[in-house]
């Protein structure tokens, strides 16, 4: 039933929005992810603004800190990138790290929320990514709670669905994820149309689709579209993962642990004090 679903859900999708900010997190270089040491980015953008942090090397081999800050405007960001000294080691009391030189200028553009270019001082544009090292496109990676929201014309839709069971794939898809009621599923698409995206289908006990989800994601957070069937125009649709598949929260409050055993002090105080003090039982002969 959830093939038939999926295959009738791709014809409903469309291009994924446009506008976005880049995901928060480690980036790299992407030609030089090769499981050897080299340079990473940590990117933070927030409200407009951008921070991010770059570990290299010198031409001695020494390790390197550089720092730059500045604003996001229409995908694009240009500032000094900043080389430091002089800051706290491991072991050592407090030190103030310092501005050591201004190593010029560094431009990024975002083409996505986890894809871009960056052109360093004295180097060429070259492809920078998030680097995803957690959540692998298999469908045990789908396991968890996520919230599914849209709005467009239709309102504010929100869902929120646990993925427990892994069935077999579809055509396009290496296989499904499904709450425990099979009512909803999702599914990595690795060919046709949709690859790289992933499609989730929430369907009736009759059989048919209630409504479509189809986003690109990055570890917690995804963003993509949402309809439902006829004509109505596409949802914007963005997607939170809540828990991990070993159900840890992914936010700041939600956690696996179950909630602690309640002590039960009084009850405690009062078998132990009648176990000391009660009298022996009385026997028949008395």
């Known amino acids: 039933m959830f093939k038939k679903a999926l295959a009738a859900a791709i014809l409903l999708g469309c291009g994924l929005a446009h ?4 995901s928060n997190g ?3 270089v992407t030609s030089e992810l090769n499981g050897k040491p080299g340079r990473g980015l940590a ?3 927030q409200n407009g603004n951008l921070v991010m942090q770059m570990y290299a090397y010198e031409r001695t081999g020494e390790p390197s800190f550089y720092l730059t800050t500045g604003a996001l405007s229409n995908n694009r960001f240009s500032a000094p990138l900043i080389r430091y000294k002089g800051g706290r080691y491991l072991g050592s009391g407090p030190m103030s ?3 050591d030189r201004n190593m010029g200028q560094v431009s990024m553009r975002f083409t996505s929320g986890v894809s871009g270019f960056i052109t360093l001082p004295g180097e060429q544009e070259v492809a920078i990514s998030r680097f ?4 692998p496109a298999v469908a045990s990676s789908l396991r968890g709670i996520w919230t599914m929201t849209s709005i ?3 309102g504010l839709q929100t869902l929120g669905v646990e993925l427990t069971r892994q069935t077999s794939a579809t055509s396009n898809g290496n296989g499904l994820m499904t709450s425990g009621d099979g ?3 999702c599914e990595h698409q690795i060919r046709g149309p949709m690859a790289g995206e992933t499609l989730c289908v929430w369907i009736n006990g009759s059989g048919q689709v209630q409504r479509s989800y189809r986003f690109v994601y990055s570890v917690n957070d995804g963003e993509g579209t949402s309809s439902t069937y006829g004509n109505r125009p596409n949802q914007r649709l963005v997607v939170k993962r809540l828990t ?7 936010g700041i409050v939600y956690e696996n642990s179950a909630p602690a055993e309640p002590v039960y002090t009084a009850l405690h105080e009062h078998i132990e004090n009648l176990s000391f003090n009660a009298a022996p039982l009385p026997t028949e002969q008395e």
């Not at 506008?19 to 880049?22: D, E, I, V």
């Not at 995803?132 to 959540?135: A, E, K, P, V």
């Open 19 to 22: 506008a976005f900010m880049p």
């Open 26 to 28: 480690t980036w790299v």
């Open 43 to 45: 990117i933070d953008a």
């Open 97 to 99: 790290g310092t501005e």
């Open 132 to 135: 995803n090292f957690g959540y």
């Open 152 to 154: 467009g014309s239709e």
């Open 183 to 185: 009512l909803f599923g």
């Open 244 to 250: 991990t598949p070993q159900d840890v929260g992914t």
